[in-house]
């Protein structure tokens, strides 16, 4: 299914945009599995804030949030199958990632046992981000997650980590 909307503002729950705030919306219907649909969207919103508005967007912060969508769209097709909202926001050197959708169970790490096979979404989208927050909402849930746009000396993200 191709996606229902793109690139098209949202207010809802966003602090008011200034001069500096890149955004970006689309909507997917996750029973028919566009998570590279929606990792598409990712890398081409990213692109354009990199060519178009001047956001540094270091090569890992790019490839973190693909694998970032990629997990919670995986996580929405196989626990909450049907419409699915992403929000991308770059307020100065942070990305965030929004992602709604109508299942009410609140995801949950396991805990860590390298013996089990798949299941490991979680903890990698836990492992990369700087936050990370699950609301529930009158319907569905929404998951927020933060990625760092800037780069240590290391290659790793700049600043600190809360896990």
């Given at each position: 299914m191709e996606r229902l909307a793109k690139r098209c503002g949202t207010e809802q729950d966003r602090p008011q945009a200034d001069?500096?705030?890149?955004?970006?919306?689309?909507?997917?219907?996750?029973?028919?599995?566009?998570?590279?649909?929606?990792?598409?969207?990712?890398?081409?919103?990213?692109s354009d804030a990199r060519s178009l508005r001047g956001v540094a967007v270091p090569a890992r912060a790019l490839e973190v949030a693909q694998l970032v969508v990629s997990e919670l769209a995986t996580n929405v097709c196989k626990y909450a199958p049907g419409p699915c909202l992403l929000d991308l926001e770059v307020d100065g050197s942070m990305l965030t990632i929004t992602m709604w959708d109508s299942g009410s169970v609140l995801p949950s790490p396991l805990q860590g046992d390298p013996s089990r096979a798949g299941q490991h979404g979680l903890e990698i989208v836990l492992a990369v981000c700087q936050s990370f927050e699950v609301r529930r909402e009158p319907v569905g849930k929404r998951v927020r997650v933060q990625i760092s746009l800037l780069d240590g000396p290391d290659g790793d993200p700049a600043g600190q980590s809360p896990w």
């Open positions: 001069a500096g705030v890149v955004a970006g919306s689309a909507a997917y219907d996750m029973e028919s599995g566009e998570i590279s649909r929606a990792r598409g969207f990712v890398r081409d919103f990213l």
